[in-house]
């Protein structure tokens, strides 16, 4: 060797001349491997139960026969008594099975991708069924055109378009999310504050009107305000006007999984420190306790308030006394025939003028 100035210089192994340093340099990769499985040093402590008690006594305390200890014995010996050695090998085939597609498929499933990159491998396979039929060759699966798709990167789609059937595009990965505090079934509580909120659409002679409704699961305290649009906004408006009207205090609020449900009126919800349960899509006996208030809504009151349901001023001012009237005076089956604000107030420490303050 050279140094920087160009003169020959001799390079000393340190440990060179120390009796055995070789080997033990030779074994040093052999040992970490074996050191790294429990499988390779379980075998050898086999082995030397083996050599000490004999085969008898190693069958009844491991199971391991001769013939197995003999394949480890042998692995060791052709190995140079290497510990690695006792390392389960690898189980992959080492001849694997080839995806075998016609080359015609193939440039059909290409040509038909560039042209119409939008087609998914189910539209494809259906184009292709008649295609292979047409030149007398056998088709192939909708799974197989899809590893075609994605093997040979036939992804053509434009700028500012997502990718369709390419699992390694950001599109086809589920966004981050905030995981969402689930109902897994109807919830039955024994206190007040869980407050349970749908919305109900409406369309009379063409016109399209959302009732926004809440209502405490336990003691029946409910709300229902006339908006025209559903928006998280008009969400956060309902919430405001809802814990003005309430005489408790909110623990919780459960909805679906409306889109007004987020946004603007889950960050308000957060701020308020309120817990939002979701329910799970699909499950409308999770929510069946304001499903039911609901149809009260529908059924006592805007059916019959259909002839000003166009002369607003006029209906939210019949919806206010309604909310009144159903928190203060109508008999509920499961309050035992009570009104909420009377069953709150028999149950509860609450002054009577919590009949009058409730305001619409």
């Not at 190693?58 to 394949?71: C, E, M, N, Q």
């Not at 349970?196 to 399209?208: N, Q």
């Not at 336990?218 to 928006?231: D, E």
């Not at 009260?296 to 001023?313: A, C, G, M, S, Y």
Request: charged share 30%; net charge positive; hydrophobic share 30%.
């Amino acid at each position: 060797m050279s140094n920087s100035q160009g003169e020959k210089t001799i390079l000393h192994y340190t440990f060179g001349k120390i009796r055995g340093y070789k080997e033990v340099s030779r074994m040093l990769p052999s040992l970490r491997k074996f050191n790294q499985s429990e499988v390779a040093q379980e075998r050898q402590r086999i082995l030397n139960y083996y050599d000490h008690y004999g085969g008898a006594a190693t069958l009844d305390a491991f199971g391991v026969d001769r013939k197995l200890i003999y394949v480890w014995r042998q692995r060791l010996k052709l190995n140079g008594r290497k510990p690695s050695a006792l390392v389960p090998e690898s189980t992959t085939p080492k001849t694997k099975r080839q995806m075998m597609v016609d080359p015609q498929i193939v440039d059909f499933i290409k040509q038909l991708r560039e042209k119409r990159y939008r087609l998914g491998k189910e539209k494809i396979k259906v184009l292709l069924d008649k295609y292979c039929d047409s030149i007398g060759i056998d088709s192939i699966a909708e799974s197989t055109i899809g590893k075609v798709i994605n093997r040979n990167k036939f992804f053509f789609s434009k700028a500012n378009y997502r990718v369709y059937h390419d699992p390694t595009n950001g599109w086809a990965k589920r966004k981050h999310q905030t995981k969402r505090l689930r109902i897994k079934r109807s919830p039955k509580y024994t206190d007040s504050g869980h407050i349970i909120a749908d919305t109900i659409e409406r369309i009379t002679d063409g016109i399209r009107d959302y009732f926004y409704c809440a209502l405490d699961h336990q003691f029946k305290f409910g709300l229902a305000l006339n908006y025209k649009s559903k928006t998280s906004r008009n969400m956060v408006d309902f919430y405001q006007k809802f814990k003005t009207v309430y005489p408790l205090t909110v623990k919780d609020w459960q909805t679906d999984n409306g889109g007004e449900n987020l946004g603007e009126f889950e960050d308000q919800l957060t701020k308020d420190h309120i817990l939002h349960f979701f329910s799970y899509p699909r499950c409308p006996k999770i929510n069946a306790v304001i499903e039911r208030f609901n149809r009260t809504i529908q059924e006592d009151f805007v059916d019959q308030n259909l002839d000003v349901i166009d002369d607003k001023p006029e209906f939210n001012r019949r919806l206010g006394e309604y909310i009144i009237w159903y928190n203060t005076q109508r008999p509920h089956q499961t309050l035992g025939l009570k009104s909420p604000i009377n069953y709150l107030i028999e149950n509860s420490p609450m002054s009577n003028k919590s009949v009058t303050s409730t305001c619409a």
